[in-house]
């Protein structure tokens, strides 16, 4: 059974930040203005330059990492190791940032990608680039080291920016969403027509909309999601409806504003709660 998970909480809001060379913007991952205040690695081509510690001052409970607003291009790569003082508790080794989407022998063999099955680049131009990282196992480090190979970055002369970075332990609610979720688009190219009919487009990145409803939630989960929402300040909530899914998340997995549609409600006497989410994807 699918099982929907929430990030609400941003953990590393009270983390330290440290290493790479980020040319003085590395706290940047902090602020939720995504696009427009990222980090900047000073130089995409040095391993070590592009590599960030994250410090706790204590031991923290974690599930998953978001990389949010990151412009890592189709054969970049990260690697992830989560500490306890110096014993390495896990290490999640080096893994493509766009994995394979297409079975090969879907694809023509002409086709670019047919061996890779990842997308091109042209699949992925309409969304802004997210990268959630699940942990295999939950975890309590006290610091989590982050590697990024985007040697391919430099090699097409582009910067390389990280626009937000989560450190969460999800929300899993005990009974799935229910069935009709909604993945829509919330449009932001602005549209003139010229009196010939010409329409003249000015174009923005789109923005992705979950819309979805928790039927069967405890009061406990209902309340953490009202605590949140009624909390109501800027940074992101993530939705992941499918932690398995590796093929579509880069689809659907990103940073949101919660909207609470429908609020949360005792169903019946069993003491369930229900409400109704809405996500709507925030690029800053």
């Not at 009061?219 to 992941?240: C, G, N, Q, S, T």
Request: aromatic share 10%; charged share 25%; hydrophobic share 35%.
């Amino acid at each position: 059974m699918t099982t929907g998970r929430i990030l609400l909480d941003n953990l590393a809001l009270d983390a330290t930040l440290s290493g790479g060379s980020w040319g003085g913007t590395l706290d940047n991952v902090l602020d939720p203005r995504i696009v427009s205040k990222p980090a900047r690695c000073a130089d995409p081509s040095d391993l070590e330059a592009s590599q960030f510690l994250i410090t706790f001052d204590r031991k923290v409970y974690l599930t998953d990492l978001l990389i949010g607003g990151h412009t890592a291009l189709l054969d970049s790569r990260y690697r992830v190791t989560c500490y306890e003082g110096e014993t390495t508790l896990q290490q999640i080794g080096w893994h493509d940032i766009f994995g394979r989407i297409y079975p090969t022998s879907s694809l023509p063999f002409e086709q670019s990608n047919w061996y890779t099955g990842k997308p091109r680049l042209k699949d992925i131009q309409g969304y802004a680039r997210h990268k959630p990282i699940r942990f295999p196992l939950s975890c309590s480090p006290d610091s989590i080291l982050v590697e990024l190979d985007v040697r391919d970055v430099a090699e097409a002369g582009k910067d390389f920016d990280i626009g937000y970075l989560a450190a969460t332990a999800a929300l899993t609610p005990g009974w799935t969403y229910d069935w009709g979720r909604e993945l829509a688009i919330g449009r932001r190219t602005q549209e003139e027509v010229t009196t010939g009919g010409r329409v003249i487009k000015s174009r923005r990145t789109n923005a992705r909309v979950h819309t979805v409803s928790f039927s069967s939630l405890t009061k406990v989960e209902a309340m953490a999601i009202y605590d949140r929402a009624l909390l109501d300040d800027e940074h992101p909530i993530v939705f992941d409806p499918d932690r398995t899914d590796l093929v579509h998340e880069f689809r659907e997995v990103f940073p949101a504003v919660m909207t609470v549609v429908s609020p949360p409600r005792q169903v019946d006497e069993t003491g369930d709660w229900s409400v109704t989410l809405r996500f709507e994807e925030m690029q800053g």
